[in-house]
């Protein structure tokens, strides 16, 4: 026992001592583990679903938390970074980054091949939510004074989300984007589509997602207008966030909505799908978990980097609401 506290009083001592984290190390641990996860994933069944499945939400923590550190060595680089960028957003590194969003939407394949076993699985807490989305959809708006209880962030994006959908709608609907914006479009039907089939197609993809994303402002703002309580805490819309999914919109989004982000040419289209991906980040940033805090708040600044490149000041106007909101305190003021 004497020994085990004097080990554990030098490990302390040395993390004390040292100003960074290794990432290399975390790095290799992770990787791992995904070799025996990767194993146990092509061999999935009933036997080892549970097992599966956790494995696929710990890699989505993970995933949040990477967004944070990736770039980053020092302990109190994270903080850093984040004041940095918010005082000088020239400072952000533009690279988008979507290799999280892709390892969210990984999960969705394990539930939807073995639910019949998970939801009847120890782990079915995770899974069956109390309130569905006809709950929050046929909430009843009769309540507006218990905004004024909410967060400055969240009453700001009250405030906002419903014209900030409408003024992206308009302005797709208005988008006539060239044939030959789409030529080199990533993710278009095997079969080669005529000019107008592909710009139809690539334009059915962004209304589909802005339709996700109507859906998920309408939960978060069902959730404030109505809580369980007139005056509620942090804690208890944090938890209504949680049994309302508002972070499982990156399994909904079309997979040609994707192709379009991954795009390297720059053009109107292009810069429409940048402006609604920070508009699904604003999501992550309502949401006080530790592993997320601070890390969209950052990725937004980076899209609103490339959104500028492009010289267009109407998707650099879409960006300024996004902006206010985030720069906001997530807690009550008291």
């Known amino acids: 026992m004497i020994k085990q506290k004097a080990d554990a009083r030098e490990t302390v001592d040395i993390v004390e001592d040292s100003d960074t984290v290794d990432l290399a190390i975390i790095i290799e641990h992770h990787q791992r583990g995904l070799e025996g996860f990767r194993e146990e994933v092509s061999r999935i069944s009933a ?7 956790t494995g696929s939400i710990l890699l989505i ?26 005082a000088n957003p020239s400072l952000t590194n533009d690279v988008l980054r979507l290799n999280w969003l892709y390892l969210n939407r ?45 967060p400055p962030r969240l ?19 208005a988008l006539e984007p060239a044939p030959d914006d789409l030529s080199s479009y990533s993710g278009t039907p095997t079969s080669q589509p005529s000019s107008s089939t592909t710009l139809d197609w690539a334009m059915d993809a962004h209304f589909e997602t802005m339709r996700i994303l109507d859906s998920v402002y309408s939960r978060i703002l ?5 809580a369980a ?47 609604i991906l920070a508009h699904f980040y604003l999501v992550n940033t309502l949401v ?10 950052i990725e937004i600044l980076r899209v ?3 959104i500028d490149s492009l010289n267009d000041s109407q998707l650099s106007t879409f960006m300024l609401w996004p902006n206010e909101v985030m720069k906001l305190p997530l807690t009550c003021i008291s």
């Open 106 to 150: 990984g999960v969705t394949s394990v539930v939807g091949d073995q639910w019949p076993v998970l939801k009847t699985s120890r782990l079915r807490q995770l899974l069956m939510l109390s309130h569905g989305d006809e709950c929050w959809e046929n909430s009843s708006f009769d309540a507006p004074s218990r905004l004024s209880r909410c």
């Open 288 to 297: 006080d978990t530790w592993y997320m805090r601070g890390s969209f708040e």
């Open 61 to 86: 923590a993970f995933a949040f938390a990477f967004l944070g550190v990736q770039d980053l060595n020092p302990i109190t680089g994270a903080a850093e970074e984040m004041s940095n960028a918010m």
């Open 222 to 226: 069902s959730v404030l207008r109505c």
């Open 155 to 173: 009453l700001k994006f009250a405030e906002g989300a419903h014209q900030a959908v409408a003024s992206i709608k308009a302005s797709l609907n």
């Open 47 to 53: 036997s080892n679903a549970e097992l599966v499945f």
């Open 304 to 306: 609103n980097a490339l």
């Open 229 to 275: 309580t007139e005056y509620p805490t942090d804690k208890e819309i944090q938890l209504d966030f949680e049994e309302a999914a508002i972070l499982s919109w990156p399994a909904l989004l079309p997979s040609a909505f994707l192709a379009s982000l991954e795009r390297s040419d720059r053009n109107c289209l292009h810069g429409h799908s940048l402006v």
